[in-house]
Structure formats: C-alpha cells, structure tokens
C-alpha cells in the first residue's frame, strides 16, 4: 500500500503491527460482511455492532414503525422483504443522447423543485403539482420507459441465468 497510511504503527494497546496488516492485500472479502463473527457473536460489518446502533429519538421512532427492527436489513428480514438476486452479466445498453439530456434536465428540475417546495411557506403542494408538470413536459415518461425496459432486461437475464444452472 501507498500513501501517508503506508508506514503508520498500530500501538501495542490496539494489537500492534502496521496499518497494511488491516487489510487484505488480494482485495476479497472471504466472508460476507453481514456474516456472524463466532468470536464476538456480532456481524463483521461494523456499522451492525450493537456499539454503533442508533439511540436518537428519530431512530427508535422509526423502529417502532418498523417491527421493531435495529437496521434497515433486519427490517426487510422481519418483514420478509429481502430477496436474493441471482447474478448476471447484464449491462445497460449505450443510452440515447437525448434520453440522456432529457434525464439529466429531469434531474436537475427535480432536485431545484424539491428545494422550492420545501422553502414555499404554505405553498409545498402547489410547488410540487407544478414541478411535476414541469418534468412530466420535460419528458420524464420517456425516460421511465428506458428504465424499466432496461429493468425487464435485467430481470429476464437472471432467470436465464438461474435456468442455466439448472
């Protein structure tokens, strides 16, 4: 590894070595991050460490409304909204000059008007009714379109590819 990291200690309080040893230099994951760690019983992602779980008022809001869940991926588990995918060497096709304006200017209208819409005193629905009219003139319909062709694209190449391997 290079960098300024390259030659920095890990004090013997933390376990000692260089900071290149925290990493695997082939860059592969041997286990998935959501996987259990034996030694600690906790995920080897850290951001499901019960240290780093959210305790704010928003966060226990949230998962009261949310089967009491700790994290998005325990919420979709409890609520049986997870699902694998199979993968494919699918690839969007090379997308239309004008698509990509007409995305591009959508875009550009959506983020302006969602910031108007939420800065309109009283005047949030009507700012949004008129964004999207805007964007639906924009062309936002034939963008949609492209998007879930290219969706039906990918999803009929996982099938092929779960035939496959039938």
Do not use: C
């Not at 959506?110 to 309109?120: G, H």
């Not at 639906?136 to 039906?152: I, P, R, S």
């Amino acid at each position: 590894m290079t960098g300024d990291h390259a030659n920095l200690k890990v004090s013997a309080k933390l376990g000692g070595s260089s900071y290149d040893d925290g990493y695997s230099k082939l860059n592969f994951k041997a286990v998935s991050q959501n996987d259990i760690d034996p030694n600690t019983g906790e995920a080897y992602n850290p951001l499901l460490w019960k240290s780093n779980q959210d305790e704010t008022e928003l966060f226990k809001d949230w998962s009261a409304h949310m089967e009491n869940a700790t994290n998005d991926i325990d919420y979709l588990q409890k609520a049986g909204k997870l699902s694998i995918a199979a993968g494919a060497s699918y690839t969007t096709p090379q997308e239309d000059s004008t698509v990509s304006a007409t995305r591009s200017s959508v875009k550009s209208e959506t983020v302006n008007a969602s910031w108007q819409a939420i800065t309109a005193a009283g005047k949030f629905e009507k700012t949004l009714d008129e964004a999207r009219t805007k964007i639906d003139n924009l062309g936002y319909k034939e963008v949609l379109k492209v998007d879930q062709q290219n969706a039906k694209d990918l999803i009929q190449a996982r099938k092929d590819i779960v035939k496959q391997a039938k």
